[in-house]
């Protein structure tokens, strides 16, 4: 078996990987045809990712020509705790304020650890959404490794 297999993880680690962590960086390619990179917040939704942005934003902008987006999410500070995965993802931009809304809703329940929205919290959130796109990412391929599975041999 090659090192590259033995690093990979299966879609039940590729799900739980996305639900532990809480930053993606989202590759888009902008009108000089590079790749425009930012960092976003996100609500997993199986092995796809949900999240909301600025409807005049400079990704929105790039996913209007071209819906799709390279996302990675990595993490570990040594090479024996190296993870993450990169997929190449196919982009739904989703206009409807009461869906972006639900959407922004999630994002700031995930992130705030809440259980529940309060009134004033939803009240925030709509007004947001007025202004936002939501982004259904989903993955068209799915490249992912974690080399703790190496069990420190090298």
Do not use: F
């Not at 902008?30 to 609500?43: C, I, M, Q, S, T």
């Not at 939803?122 to 068209?140: D, H, N, S």
């Amino acid at each position: 078996m090659s090192r590259r297999d033995q690093i990979r993880m299966n879609t039940g680690e590729v799900v739980d990987y996305l639900a532990e962590q809480k930053v993606i960086n989202v590759a888009t390619i902008g009108p000089n045809g590079r790749p425009h990179l930012a960092p976003l917040w996100y609500v997993p939704r199986g092995e796809a990712v949900a999240t909301w942005t600025y409807r005049r934003s400079q990704k929105v902008a790039n996913l209007l020509r071209l819906p799709q987006a390279t996302v990675l999410v990595e993490s570990g500070e040594s090479y024996e705790r190296l993870r993450g995965v990169s997929m190449e993802c196919d982009v739904e931009l989703i206009e409807d304020t009461g869906d972006v809304a639900a959407i922004g809703t999630e994002l700031l329940l995930r992130y705030s650890g809440e259980p529940s929205a309060s009134a004033e919290l939803e009240a925030g959130v709509a007004t947001q959404a007025a202004k936002r796109v939501g982004l259904l990412l989903t993955p068209t391929k799915i490249v992912s490794w974690d080399h703790s599975k190496l069990g420190g041999v090298y």
